[in-house]
């Protein structure tokens, strides 16, 4: 009797050690690439170590995966990575192991989205790994929230059909965020849904606010004062929201209408805001409180975007002007303040960037990655190599020293750290 009252306590105390380890919310530590743009949405990452130079034949390639299609790139959170892609007609969550690239699981929903202008059918937004919950947006404007211990589906949203979005140019693009306990995400929907705020627990919709059409750029969190507040770029304008109800605290007109996209993150320094188009649209520096902003300079000359968010460094932006379908897109290192061009390397290409240990990782969209070292008085590449052969679209993640890259084809870990 004495015996089988110890084992049924040791197997008690077993079982409770497992399910904590099993149910405790996921903490986010030094390293982990949670979601676009990383832990703050800049593109810059922390704690990490790359190496001074590529060896000769480039970095070393640690795995490499298959991949269906879709523009997304991956989120890195611990030892698990989360990949979004398609696979014929089921949009699927995968997780993998971030060392080894390994399936861990993998969740599959239907897929109906067809390609508008560009061909490709999968989906655009980056996952968002936040606390134990993975949060997909679907290029169809479905979207998933799922268990990050086993890919169990915990809600399903509707979004473009419950509000009447629409898929635009290239289907839904502007990863959702999270902040306190709700899913913000610009949905460009009808009847005031342009912005649509919903409980993280359930998915159910908290508010609605806006007549905002749907952009490709990816809000950030921030604070206005001694408020929380969301900063989104949308079809025409951008606004700051407050996450708790969803009232707007300003807004002033950004984009242009026609064929014309905006898709870069805003950039905060401080109390200015950076902002950047292509298309005519340009580049704008605002001044801005929680009762207003209001447009410093704004020309279209400094610092164009297509589609990729610069890097601040040191005081200074470094980002892409100019566009990949059209004319000549140049490396910069602009000053925020007055929109000078420091200088320009002519002819660099569209690159998305990542600012790690005061250097520059940007993977062009024909596969080249290039090392700089940023130095708002030159141009200083300290190597390039040929890492992936297919266009280039999704944005590059970094963790502990890893690179994760993915093509239309594949997805590639690189060893990128310091010996």
């Keep these: 009797m004495k015996i089988g009252c110890r084992i049924s306590l040791w197997m008690i105390l077993q079982l409770t050690v497992v399910m904590a380890l099993v149910c405790r919310p996921t903490v986010l ?8 743009l990383g832990p703050n949405r800049d593109g810059r990452a922390s704690d990490e ?18 991949v269906g299609e879709g523009f997304a790139g991956v989120a890195i959170v611990g030892d698990r990575g989360i990949l979004f892609h398609r696979v014929k007609n089921q949009e699927e969550v995968l997780c993998f192991e971030a060392q080894t690239g390994a399936q861990v699981w993998a ?9 508008g202008i560009a061909p490709d059918n999968g989906p655009r937004c980056v996952p968002l790994v936040h606390e134990n919950r993975v949060i997909v947006f679907g290029a169809a404007g479905q979207m998933h929230c799922l268990a990050l211990a086993d890919g169990a ?45 919903l409980k993280l627990e359930t998915g159910e919709t908290v508010w609605k606010s806006t007549d905002e059409g749907a952009s490709y750029s990816s809000p950030v969190a921030t604070r206005l004062g001694d408020d929380a507040a969301a900063i989104f770029v949308t079809r025409l304008n951008c606004l700051a929201i407050r996450p708790r109800d969803g009232s707007v605290l300003w807004r002033f007109p950004f984009g242009a209408r026609g064929p014309t996209v ?3 993150s805003p950039i905060r320094l401080d109390d200015r805001l950076f902002l950047s188009a292509s298309y005519g649209v340009g580049a704008v520096m605002a001044k801005i409180s929680s009762e207003k902003a209001s447009p410093i300079w704004e020309n279209n000359d400094s610092l164009s975007s297509q589609y990729t968010t610069s890097v601040l460094h040191g005081g200074m932006l470094y980002g892409v002007h100019g566009r990949a379908d059209g004319g000549d897109a140049s490396l910069r290192c602009v000053d925020p303040q007055t929109g000078k061009v420091l200088w320009s390397r002519d002819g660099f290409g569209v690159a998305h960037s990542i ?12 596969g080249t990655l290039v090392l700089v070292r940023p130095d708002p008085a030159r141009y200083a590449e300290l190597g390039q190599t040929r890492v992936l052969k297919e266009t280039v679209r999704a944005l590059p993640a970094l963790s502990r020293g890893k690179l994760y890259l993915r093509d239309t084809r594949r997805l590639i870990c690189l060893d990128v750290s310091a010996p």
């Design 29 to 36: 530590e030094a390293g982990d690439w949670p979601q676009i």
């Design 49 to 66: 170590r790359l190496a001074g130079k590529f060896p000769p034949d480039g970095p070393f390639q640690v795995w490499e995966l298959r």
């Design 107 to 115: 969740t599959q929903f239907a897929a109906s989205y067809q390609g």
């Design 153 to 197: 589906t915990l809600w399903t949203r509707e979004l473009y059909r419950d509000f009447k979005g629409s898929e635009g140019y290239f289907g839904a693009g502007s990863t959702p965020l999270v902040i306190h306990d709700k899913v913000l995400v610009n949905v460009g929907g009808g009847s005031g849904a342009g912005v649509v705020g």
């Design 262 to 264: 905006n898709a870069a």
């Design 355 to 366: 600012l790690a240990d005061d250097k520059l990782l940007l993977i062009k969209d024909d």
